[in-house]
């Protein structure tokens, strides 16, 4: 298990042609997204990366954020009339629409709620891990899943095969869906088989909302446990945005304190806690002989919370981004995006659709989460808040 910077960019960055993900991922995202980037390898891996990482360059993410804020407004409306909430499930809806409407635009015929729930089955029941998942299956050993859960993948599968195949009879410009037919590798102009567009579209599904969502869910928790932070973000929204509607994208950064407290909310509860390899060629990683075969868990969790790499490591202070920005660099001790070639793809898309909704949610709403609440971080494949996260929230 490696929880240090210089070996986990060992792993990640400069010996990253040695390893590959292992049979847990394979294991786990398997049955939804074999073909996807998150799951392939190799070649296949390169030319999807090259493929599909202009989807979410600076250029898209200016069109994608009226969408998030339409979708906080619907969100809002919502708060209104029922301020009860759970926050990790509150924040999986807004996420997993926010995703829907980025990714598919307002598609026709296609039942979103179905969609939904089938996305959110498929999320809670397969990626759990399980003691099993750690087992030395062979790869044809098939991972069980509920009922519910495999009934829900295949609703997916079907659904987006649906959604794509309409695409391309009727081309709408620049949803994420068309951009991802459209994806070429701008070296060799080579596109993407029709089930690696499948799978890529329920990975973006699968990666893209829950991790969002959890952001969002311990980044509330925090601010609803500490009235200081919640006023500031107050402020600065009211200077920077006034009182009314939502984040204009040309605004984002000039958010520096909230994009602070999402910082430092990923610090202490990264919603990806870990990581795995698999080592593929002898090699020495941070002094030490490996081997091919060996596998490695990155537990950026454990990095985020060392007293060796980090002053007063426990507390909740966003102000240690503002006070010193190298601790965002690379190679520094904080990777809730992993780091190397596999980096998060969608790290722009998430941190704008993070800063945007703290904001709003913070300006317009006073977050009460009861004072006995300390939800203990559970490590699934994310890191979940056991219990959930009770709250309130009313109209400020
Ligand atoms: C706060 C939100 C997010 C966090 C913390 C997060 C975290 C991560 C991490 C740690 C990895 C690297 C995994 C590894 O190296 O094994 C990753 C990869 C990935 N993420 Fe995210 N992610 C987030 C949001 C998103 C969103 C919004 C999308 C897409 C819509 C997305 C799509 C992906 C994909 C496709 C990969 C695989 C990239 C590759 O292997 O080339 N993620 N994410």
Redesign the pocket.
Same mark, same amino acid.
């Given at each position: 298990m490696i929880t240090d910077p210089e070996g986990m960019m060992a792993v $990640?960055q400069h010996e990253a042609k040695k390893f590959t993900?292992t049979a847990i991922?394979a294991r786990i995202l398997g049955p939804a997204t074999k073909e996807?980037?998150?799951s392939v390898h190799g070649e296949q891996?390169k030319r999807?990366?090259k493929a !599909?990482a202009p989807m979410?360059r600076k250029r898209h993410m200016e069109d994608l954020a009226p969408l998030i804020a339409t979708t906080l407004d619907d969100f809002c409306a919502g708060l209104d009339t029922q301020p009860n909430v759970e926050l990790n499930s509150a924040m999986a809806e807004l996420t997993f629409d926010v995703?829907a409407k #980025? =990714?598919l635009g307002n598609p026709q015929g296609l039942d979103g709620e179905k969609l939904k729930y089938a996305t959110r089955n498929m999320v809670t029941s397969a990626g759990t891990l399980r003691p099993d998942d750690l087992l030395p299956f062979p790869a044809w050993v098939p991972r069980p899943i509920s009922p519910k859960g495999s009934l829900a993948l295949k609703r997916l599968k079907k659904a987006a095969d649906k959604l794509i195949a309409e695409r391309k009879i009727n081309p709408v410009e620049d949803d994420?869906v068309s951009l991802l037919i459209a994806a070429k590798d701008p070296k060799t102009g080579e596109g993407l088989s029709a089930r690696e567009q499948r799978d890529?579209l329920i990975?973006?599904f699968i %990666?893209?909302?829950e &991790? &969002?969502a $959890? &952001?969002l869910t311990w980044a509330l928790y925090l601010v609803g446990k500490h009235a200081p932070t919640a006023e500031r973000i107050r402020e600065e929204v009211l200077s920077v945005c006034g009182p009314d509607g939502n984040v204009a994208y040309d605004q984002m950064a000039e958010l520096k304190f909230i994009q602070a407290v999402i910082d430092e909310t990923?610090r202490l509860y +990264? +919603? #990806?806690p870990m =990581?795995? @390899?698999l080592c593929h060629e002898d090699t020495v990683i941070c002094e030490r002989e490996v081997k091919a075969g060996d596998t490695f868990l990155l537990c950026?969790y454990v990095m985020h919370r060392t007293e060796r790499l980090w002053d007063n490591p426990l507390a909740f202070d966003p102000d240690r981004f503002l006070r010193d920005p190298s601790l965002k660099a690379k190679g520094a001790p904080y990777?809730?995006?992993? #780091?190397? +070639? @596999?980096?998060? !793809?969608? %790290?722009a898309? %998430?941190?704008m659709? #993070?800063v945007m909704s703290l904001a709003r949610l913070v300006r317009d709403y006073d977050i009460k989460v009861p004072e006995e609440c300390y939800p203990k971080p559970l490590m699934t494949v994310t890191l979940r808040p056991e219990g959930g996260v009770p709250a309130r929230m009313d109209r400020a």
């Amino acid at each position: 298990m490696i929880t240090d910077p210089e070996g986990m960019m060992a792993v $990640l960055q400069h010996e990253a042609k040695k390893f590959t993900k292992t049979a847990i991922d394979a294991r786990i995202l398997g049955p939804a997204t074999k073909e996807g980037l998150l799951s392939v390898h190799g070649e296949q891996w390169k030319r999807q990366r090259k493929a !599909v990482a202009p989807m979410f360059r600076k250029r898209h993410m200016e069109d994608l954020a009226p969408l998030i804020a339409t979708t906080l407004d619907d969100f809002c409306a919502g708060l209104d009339t029922q301020p009860n909430v759970e926050l990790n499930s509150a924040m999986a809806e807004l996420t997993f629409d926010v995703l829907a409407k #980025a =990714l598919l635009g307002n598609p026709q015929g296609l039942d979103g709620e179905k969609l939904k729930y089938a996305t959110r089955n498929m999320v809670t029941s397969a990626g759990t891990l399980r003691p099993d998942d750690l087992l030395p299956f062979p790869a044809w050993v098939p991972r069980p899943i509920s009922p519910k859960g495999s009934l829900a993948l295949k609703r997916l599968k079907k659904a987006a095969d649906k959604l794509i195949a309409e695409r391309k009879i009727n081309p709408v410009e620049d949803d994420l869906v068309s951009l991802l037919i459209a994806a070429k590798d701008p070296k060799t102009g080579e596109g993407l088989s029709a089930r690696e567009q499948r799978d890529n579209l329920i990975g973006f599904f699968i %990666a893209g909302h829950e &991790t &969002t969502a $959890l &952001t969002l869910t311990w980044a509330l928790y925090l601010v609803g446990k500490h009235a200081p932070t919640a006023e500031r973000i107050r402020e600065e929204v009211l200077s920077v945005c006034g009182p009314d509607g939502n984040v204009a994208y040309d605004q984002m950064a000039e958010l520096k304190f909230i994009q602070a407290v999402i910082d430092e909310t990923m610090r202490l509860y +990264p +919603p #990806a806690p870990m =990581l795995n @390899r698999l080592c593929h060629e002898d090699t020495v990683i941070c002094e030490r002989e490996v081997k091919a075969g060996d596998t490695f868990l990155l537990c950026n969790y454990v990095m985020h919370r060392t007293e060796r790499l980090w002053d007063n490591p426990l507390a909740f202070d966003p102000d240690r981004f503002l006070r010193d920005p190298s601790l965002k660099a690379k190679g520094a001790p904080y990777m809730p995006f992993g #780091a190397g +070639p @596999r980096i998060c !793809v969608g %790290a722009a898309f %998430a941190t704008m659709e #993070a800063v945007m909704s703290l904001a709003r949610l913070v300006r317009d709403y006073d977050i009460k989460v009861p004072e006995e609440c300390y939800p203990k971080p559970l490590m699934t494949v994310t890191l979940r808040p056991e219990g959930g996260v009770p709250a309130r929230m009313d109209r400020a």
